[in-house]
């Protein structure tokens, strides 16, 4: 089923891989055997192509290596891939991660909804009863052991039906007890379902206890290969050798204490007298700039706390306030609360198509990653204001100028906080969705989105009650909502009036803070 000759993989200067032989039979549970950093890992990643090999030649089930990513999809529908970190989606369930397995023969469009065809879901269920974890189906992944969610990664590995099983270190981080249960899940599916599984381990304990055939590496080669039984002394001591060796080269000649004479000067003498008068010199220049930033503006306490009386009686004058006004607000602060709910969907909806080519590790290429970042700072970068001048010349006073000016901008700020949430997900779902030849689209609809859907809400709703406030000036210049009634009534020095509508716009205000920060707490629950 792997037929792996002469496979070489070079990282730079680092040779990982130096002429690599490997042939594992369907049935088989092969275990790579080696120190770390001996290029187990890359090996597996090699027969997978996460990672393109320098050189060599290797071979799926017979077949020629894949020529574009259509080919590259195909073969990796054959191949279940168990990583050591689980890369399991935390906040979906156990079996929808396990149905992920299926998803590269799945209807996309019905996938996308969340509809699973019966037999897929079915076939999810069967892997799970196989690793003892059926009843834990409509869990969230992120509530079980460490060693539940290796197991549901075997499971997930199982729902491909896959010919190969490629296992890089899955016992790594769990407890004795755990690792065997997981390692004889994988006899089991070697020996049971005919599949080919190839592991990753540094424990000889369980290569021993485990393995059909051993292959031991060392430094990128091959230095033993036969049963557990012909792993003797001298057969441990080729594939580890040089360990001891390389950790006394690495302390030798280590007998000074502490960092190196070069690095010493530089902590005393001259450099501390520089970095003192380096540091005064900051101050100084600091103070300056606020000294002369402070004249610029009129920066005057005193002249505040002369105009004190002023307020007061700007105050005095609008109490008490004149609640017979408050009819007349009622249809404001309703235009008030629609156009901040329209500009908060339509910049959601400007933003969500740009932002997977604004993040980094998503975009499709760096130039439009630059152009899209490029266009969100101009987006953000003009005030609400000025761009609801522009859209009233254009469609005249009232709301929808409101509207669209909030949604022009807001789709610049939600645009960069959605893509900066993208670049900071877990990679490790993405690699796994990639590696059982999953579509792009539904790699994102199911390894990216529930990652960053939780503050992607918590951040439209902030933006919301953003809109709310900006909403309320927005209306000063026409552009409708209650802002109107409030510069109205000072123009015409109702004071009183004024009160009013200060006071419903801290009451939306307050209430919608509320309101979200409720939401917030439901949808970021763990």
């Known amino acids: 089923m792997i037929e792996v000759r002469g496979l070489t993989k070079t990282y730079g200067s680092i040779q990982a891989l130096r002429g690599v032989d490997l042939r594992v039979a369907a049935g088989e549970l092969c275990v790579v055997l080696g120190p770390s950093g001996a290029g187990k890992s890359t090996l597996l990643r090699c027969v997978n192509r996460l990672t393109e090999p320098t050189s060599g030649e290797i071979s799926i089930a017979g077949k020629p290596p894949p020529r574009g990513r259509a080919e590259l999809r195909e073969l990796r529908q054959h191949i279940g891939m168990i990583f050591q970190d689980h890369n399991l989606v935390p906040r979906l369930s156990v079996l929808k991660n396990v149905l992920t397995g299926r998803l590269a023969t799945m209807p996309a469009l019905a996938v996308a909804l969340q509809v699973f065809p019966r037999a897929d879901i079915e076939i999810a269920l069967d892997s799970l009863r196989r690793v003892d974890l059926a009843g834990r189906a409509n869990d969230r992944a992120d509530r079980l052991s460490g060693g539940q969610q290796q197991r549901v990664g075997i499971a997930r590995a199982l729902a491909q039906r896959p010919q190969i099983i490629l296992a890089d270190e899955p016992v790594a981080s769990l407890d004795p007890e755990t690792a065997r249960v997981v390692l004889n899940d994988l006899r089991r599916a070697a020996h049971e379902l005919r599949i080919a599984v190839l592991c990753n381990l540094h424990q000889v304990e369980y290569a021993v206890q485990f393995a059909d055939r051993i292959v031991g590496v060392c430094d990128g080669r091959v230095v033993f290969e036969g049963t557990p039984a012909q792993l003797n002394d001298a057969a441990l001591a080729r594939i580890y050798a040089g360990v001891d060796a390389k950790a006394a080269r690495s302390t030798a000649g280590a007998t000074e204490v502490g960092p190196p004479r070069g690095y010493r000067l530089l902590l005393g003498g001259p450099w501390t007298l520089w970095r003192g008068w380096a540091r005064l010199a900051i101050l100084a220049a600091a103070t300056v700039v606020l000294v002369w930033s402070a004249e610029g503006i009129g920066l005057s306490f ?225």
């Not at 909806?349 to 130039?367: E, M, T």
Request: hydrophobic share 55%.
């Open 302 to 526: 005193a002249e505040l706390v002369r105009g004190l009386p002023w307020i007061g009686d700007l105050v005095s004058r609008m109490l008490p306030p004149n609640w017979a006004f408050f009819g007349r607000l009622v249809k404001p602060v309703v235009e008030t609360v629609q156009i901040a709910i329209w500009g908060t969907l339509l910049s959601v909806l400007l933003a969500l198509p740009l932002c997977f080519v604004a993040a980094r590790n998503l975009s499709p290429s760096l130039v439009l990653f630059h152009a899209t970042r490029q266009v969100f700072n101009v987006l953000r970068g003009i005030n609400e204001i000025i761009f609801a001048l522009i859209f009233v010349a254009a469609v005249g006073l009232g709301p929808f100028a409101g509207v669209l000016a909030l949604s022009i901008h807001g789709a610049g700020m939600l645009g960069k906080f959605f893509a900066e949430d993208v670049e900071e997900i877990d990679a490790g779902p993405v690699e796994a969705l990639r590696a059982t030849g999953t579509r792009p689209s539904l790699v994102v609809v199911f390894g990216v989105l529930p990652q960053v859907i939780p503050s992607w809400i918590a951040a439209t709703l902030y933006r919301f009650e953003v809109n709310l406030r900006a909403a309320t000036i927005l209306g000063m210049i026409g552009a409708g909502g209650i802002g109107f009634e409030l510069v109205s009534s000072l123009k015409l020095f109702q004071y009183q009036d004024t009160a009013v509508c200060v006071l419903v716009i801290l009451a939306m205000v307050m209430t919608a803070d509320y309101l979200s920060s409720k939401l917030r707490a439901r949808i970021l629950a763990p």
